[in-house]
């Protein structure tokens, strides 16, 4: 086969890159630079769960199949390129404040086994007093996106650049939000505004997934100390940091566990969820040569692994896996 242009280097285009190279395949990475890219700001949650509503099933089969793969992946990854990804399978805890927060929290439990508030803050001790409940998660892991960006990187040729037209030949367009303009399919932003901390290593030990009197947090902590405070929702495209947006993530954080009041504030970042009519993604050939792997909305992380297998088939043999067949990318033309 002669050499496959993947348009976008941000965590799908560059997972694709790679996997592409380990079957031989030459490749070249086009990318448009950090700055509106959304593995930037992205936790790195690997939350199969509370990620899909009634009626997304195919999407759950394929969140829960890209969880599983995410182990090898990460071990592969950190192997060949010699770096750290930030990769943690100690699990997550779902905590709820109120007993209204309880009854929503509850829904994403996945038949984990409810803890009492003394066992939650035996397992976690820097929890406020006050929650009312919560379960243990142990399926949901976490990584580092920019560690993982900075891996690949280093095993992948990438031209710095935003392209403005695909070129001819075998392309893979992987541009995240860039993809509405160079293919014209429904890619729209989703803004988010994401908080790091830096506290003693160790403050937190699980990612927390925390409902605070009606509002929804997560806390991921990291090993060298850095605590990522997530996010906010909202359907515009502006980079404004907002006071109130900080201020409810820093509420709802310090709410859970006061301890955090402590931390420097080390960073504010917006970016956006590159976001489709139905929030799927858009997977597959579009037309003769072109290929799609966009649209990944709120779990492009946990879906790296996947997408990244699946594509890299599908250009290098032609074969479309039966898990692609829901997300065709010209579903909404
Ligand atoms: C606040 C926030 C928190 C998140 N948290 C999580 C999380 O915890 N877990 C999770 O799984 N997901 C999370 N996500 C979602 C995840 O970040 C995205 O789904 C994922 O980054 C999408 O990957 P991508 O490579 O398609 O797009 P991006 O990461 O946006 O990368 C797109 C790349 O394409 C390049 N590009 C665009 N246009 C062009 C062009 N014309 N020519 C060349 N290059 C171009 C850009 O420069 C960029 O580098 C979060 C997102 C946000 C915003």
Same mark, same amino acid.
């Given at each position: 086969?002669?050499?496959?242009?993947?348009?976008?280097?941000?965590?799908?285009?560059?997972?694709?890159?790679w996997?592409?190279r380990?079957?031989?395949?030459?490749?070249?990475?086009?990318?448009?630079?950090?700055?509106?890219?959304?593995?930037?700001?992205?936790?790195?949650?690997?939350?199969?769960?509370?990620?899909?509503?009634?009626?997304?099933?195919?999407?759950t089969?394929?969140?829960?199949?890209?969880?599983?793969?995410w182990?090898?992946?990460?071990?592969?990854?950190?192997?060949?390129?010699?770096l750290?990804?930030g990769?943690?399978?100690?699990?997550?805890?779902?905590?709820?404040?109120?007993?209204?927060?309880?009854?929503?929290a509850?829904?994403?439990?996945?038949?984990?086994?409810?803890?009492?508030?003394?066992?939650?803050?035996?397992?976690?001790?820097?929890?406020?007093?006050?929650?009312?409940?919560?379960?243990?998660?142990?399926?949901?892991?976490?990584?580092?996106?920019?560690r993982?960006?900075?891996?690949?990187?280093?095993?992948?040729d990438?031209?710095?650049?935003?392209?403005?037209?695909?070129?001819?030949?075998? +392309? !893979? %367009? #992987? /541009? $995240?939000?860039?993809?509405?303009?160079?293919?014209?399919? @429904? &890619?729209?932003?989703?803004?988010?505004?994401?908080?790091?901390?830096?506290?003693?290593?160790?403050?937190?030990?699980?990612?927390?997934?925390?409902?605070?009197?009606?509002?929804?947090?997560?806390l991921?902590?990291?090993?060298?100390?850095?605590?990522?405070?997530?996010?906010?929702?909202?359907?515009?495209?502006?980079?404004t940091?907002?006071?109130?947006?900080?201020?409810?993530?820093?509420?709802?954080?310090?709410?859970?566990?006061?301890?955090l009041?402590?931390?420097?504030?080390?960073?504010?970042?917006?970016?956006?969820?590159?976001?489709?009519?139905?929030?799927?993604?858009?997977?597959?050939?579009?037309?003769?040569? +072109? !290929? %799609? #792997? /966009? $649209?990944?909305?709120?779990n492009?992380?946990?879906?790296? @692994? &996947?997408?990244?297998?699946?594509?890299?088939?599908l250009?290098?043999?032609?074969?479309?896996?039966?898990?692609?067949?829901?997300?065709?990318?010209?579903?909404?033309?």
């Amino acid at each position: 086969m002669t050499g496959v242009a993947v348009i976008g280097g941000g965590i799908i285009g560059l997972s694709i890159a790679w996997r592409l190279r380990r079957k031989g395949i030459k490749v070249t990475v086009y990318d448009g630079g950090d700055d509106d890219a959304a593995w930037y700001a992205a936790a790195g949650m690997l939350a199969p769960a509370g990620e899909t509503s009634f009626g997304q099933e195919a999407l759950t089969e394929l969140l829960l199949e890209s969880s599983r793969r995410w182990p090898a992946f990460a071990a592969e990854l950190a192997q060949e390129s010699g770096l750290d990804l930030g990769y943690d399978a100690t699990g997550a805890l779902t905590v709820a404040l109120t007993s209204d927060d309880l009854s929503v929290a509850q829904h994403e439990w996945r038949g984990a086994a409810g803890r009492v508030p003394s066992e939650l803050r035996d397992l976690e001790p820097a929890l406020t007093p006050r929650i009312r409940g919560g379960a243990f998660v142990p399926g949901d892991h976490q990584v580092d996106p920019r560690r993982v960006v900075a891996a690949l990187r280093t095993l992948v040729d990438i031209r710095a650049g935003k392209v403005s037209e695909l070129p001819p030949g075998k +392309v !893979v %367009v #992987a /541009a $995240g939000l860039g993809t509405a303009a160079l293919t014209g399919l @429904p &890619v729209r932003p989703v803004k988010g505004l994401v908080l790091r901390l830096r506290g003693e290593p160790g403050l937190l030990r699980h990612v927390i997934n925390g409902y605070v009197d009606g509002r929804h947090v997560y806390l991921v902590p990291r090993a060298d100390g850095e605590i990522v405070v997530g996010a906010t929702q909202e359907e515009r495209g502006d980079f404004t940091v907002t006071a109130g947006a900080v201020l409810e993530l820093l509420r709802s954080a310090v709410d859970l566990v006061p301890d955090l009041a402590e931390c420097e504030l080390t960073e504010t970042v917006v970016r956006h969820r590159p976001s489709t009519p139905d929030n799927a993604p858009l997977l597959g050939e579009l037309r003769p040569g +072109v !290929v %799609v #792997a /966009a $649209g990944h909305h709120r779990n492009g992380i946990l879906l790296a @692994p &996947v997408t990244a297998d699946l594509i890299a088939e599908l250009v290098a043999t032609g074969r479309a896996d039966p898990l692609l067949a829901p997300f065709p990318p010209g579903r909404f033309a």
